[in-house]
């Protein structure tokens, strides 16, 4: 456990503690109430009272109460320090994960980001049921590193990110998984419209200039080649993952810069196999 985490138990238990003693204040306030109120009531029916004991008693409950509303007030006020502690403690720990969970290099999610988001889609498997995962890979990322270096290799990474935010609607999610590989996550769309998307983004890459900032060296031409699976044809996230990585590797080494549908690889290996049958029953 971090020492932020014990922190913010510990602040949490003292403001629990906080809240509980100003309950009990409130309760003891109410008591006190109560008892002058009874004092005043048998000092009304009683004739023989004596009126200097009874002007002691009304003074000391008084005294009593206004002790308790100033204890009262000080702990609320301890109380609401205590708050403001916590919610501080919280708007850091929102921001811790918003670092953990953003890739430094083109301010994209990362992988922890991404297997959060993966995990989610089948916490309600209903509601993604018409959703897809798309995985992309820029073609021979090697190369550019190798010839023009890795900044070279860097800039062609930002420039990717940034054209998949331009090509993609704001609430689809995209996410750097590692190297040259990124992950997008598309929902409510038909297979068809996913292979539409991909196109549309494997296009506007191919078409994008890629060059240096102070060399205006060409890094290009920069394609990508990218796999897709619909979540309703897999049981769970790590079958969602390995299919459309299959899918991936089919378009890298079917010539690259294009777009596969696993379930295509699906229906063409189930057309082989029933062929391969009926060949052998003949």
Known sequence: M?????????LVAEFSALLQSLRNEKQLLQQRGDDLGSVCAEADQSKSANVVLLHCIIETVTEANDRV??????????????????DQMRRKLDEYKQIAGTDSLTHLPNRRAFDERLALMFEDRCEWEMSALILLDIDHFKRVNDTHGHLAGDKVLTTVASILRVSLKKEVFVARTGGEEFAIVVGGQTSDEVTSICESVRLAIAGSPFR?????????PITISLGFCMVQNAVDAVALYGKADEALYHAKHSGRNR?????????????????????DRS
């Not at 509303?69 to 916590?86: D, M, S, T």
């Not at 690889?265 to 057309?271: G, K, P, Q, T, V």
């Open 2 to 10: 971090s020492a932020l985490d014990v922190s913010q138990r510990k």
């Open 69 to 86: 509303k100033g204890l009262g007030r000080a702990q609320k006020a301890a109380a609401v320090h205590r708050f403001n502690e916590l």
């Open 212 to 220: 240096g900032i102070k060399s205006d060296i060409d890094y290009g």
């Open 259 to 279: 777009t596969v549908d696993h379930a295509a690889i699906s229906a063409r290996n189930s057309a082989q196999h029933a062929h391969q049958n009926t060949e």
